[in-house]
């Protein structure tokens, strides 16, 4: 099965550099996704990291290592926007058309 | 114009009734999948939908039932309505190379 661990709440101050972990276990492993969501919207996409390494976009970053089987999420120069939820979601390689969802990191920016 | 939208947004109903969600999208994918979201429990999937001819149960299938009317419409019902089944529904498509899922707004339900 998978289970897939991240942190429920994490604060940061504005202009700062926060670092979301993510760790999961799996019997196999086909890639894994990063989503942002706003209070009471829809999630959407951010990254995707299938091969180890750093992927970056902007200020956002994503890590990933497949035989520790960690993730992070690395935010920069964080404004106050960047309060929202950020969801861990692994696509297992037995049936690539799911997702398993992590339960989501609680980010609050204060100025 | 959104490019997934659900209907209705909102929604009160009481148990034991009937209840359908609907998802709509103009994006041209084939493939497309109902969540519901629970505080604690994370994205959780129900059903999804390959094309028109094919429906796969998620992890928590139980008491609820899907739809496939056409490539850009994928329903989901909820036949007798309980309050544990109060949740906010997403609706969800990706294409055949599935990089990424596209969601919709959502759908807050409660039954009372």
């Known amino acids: 099965g998978q289970n897939i661990d991240q942190p429920t709440e994490m604060t940061a101050t504005e202009g700062a550099i926060v670092q979301i972990n993510c760790t999961y276990q799996?019997?196999?492993?086909?890639?894994l996704f990063w989503y942002q969501q706003h209070a009471g919207e829809a999630p959407t996409f951010l990254s995707y990291n299938v091969l180890d390494g750093l992927e970056e976009k902007g200020r956002f970053s994503s890590f990933l290592s497949r035989s520790k089987g960690y993730s992070y999420l690395l935010l920069k120069e964080l404004q106050m926007k960047d309060s929202a939820s950020y969801l861990c979601a692994v696509r297992p390689p037995y049936n690539t058309d799911k997702l398993i969802f992590g339960t989501g990191t609680r980010l609050q920016v204060f100025p | 114009d959104a490019d997934v939208t659900q209907t209705p947004r909102n929604r009160i109903t009481k148990t034991g009734k009937r209840i359908m969600l609907e998802c709509s999208q103009t994006k041209g994918h084939d493939r497309m999948y109902w969540y519901r979201q629970d505080p604690g429990l994370g994205l959780r999937l129900i059903y999804y939908?390959?094309?028109?001819?094919?429906?796969n149960k998620g992890e928590i299938s139980d008491g609820y039932s899907v739809s496939r009317q056409a490539q850009a419409k994928f329903s989901l019902s909820l036949e007798s309505a309980i309050p544990n089944q109060t949740a906010l529904y997403f609706c969800?498509?990706?294409?055949?190379?599935?990089?990424?899922?596209?969601f919709g707004p959502g759908t807050r339900l409660l039954v009372l």
């Open positions: 799996t019997s196999g492993f086909n890639g």
């Open positions: 969800a498509t990706s294409d055949y190379n599935q990089e990424t899922q596209y």
């Open positions: 939908s390959f094309d028109v001819k094919d429906i």
